[in-house]
């Protein structure tokens, strides 16, 4: 069993700054790839950003350059600093990894979600 758990969400006007946190707890060996997505009323589910082990970081264009993916791999946790916010940034923010979970002998290979937290930019 592996959970996420995700933080940092809420209400904040255009031009500000969020920072969103989620840490994966539970059964892992280890974590591959961490990343957020984002879904915003009425519409499907996309990409935010990714982050391998390694570091290697990839984000949709729509938040280049205002959003940052980082991790703390001792930490089991992945970060999402979100800078000059726009309305059109509102949305349920997702955490997901891909774990590989160990439990006494067992591997499995998971793919993990967190609960969402909403993010709501406003005036």
């Known amino acids: 069993q592996v959970q996420l758990v995700e933080s940092g969400g809420g209400l904040v006007q255009p031009g500000g700054s969020l920072r969103l946190s989620c840490a994966a707890s539970?059964?892992?060996?280890?974590?591959?790839?961490m990343g957020w997505y984002r879904q915003a009323p009425g519409k499907q589910r996309e990409l935010v950003a990714t982050?391998?082990?390694?570091?290697?970081?990839n984000c949709a264009d729509s938040v280049k350059g205002r959003f940052t993916i980082s991790r703390d791999n001792a930490k089991n946790t992945v970060y999402l600093q979100m800078n000059s916010l726009k309305p059109e940034d509102t949305a349920v923010y997702y955490c997901?990894?891909?774990?590989?979970?160990?439990?006494?002998?067992?591997?499995?290979?998971?793919?993990?979600w967190g609960q969402g937290t909403l993010v709501t930019v406003s005036s």
């Open positions: 997901n990894a891909y774990v590989l979970s160990k439990v006494t002998t067992t591997y499995r290979r998971l793919e993990v």
């Open positions: 982050i391998t082990s390694g570091g290697s970081t």
């Open positions: 539970g059964s892992i060996s280890r974590i591959n790839v």
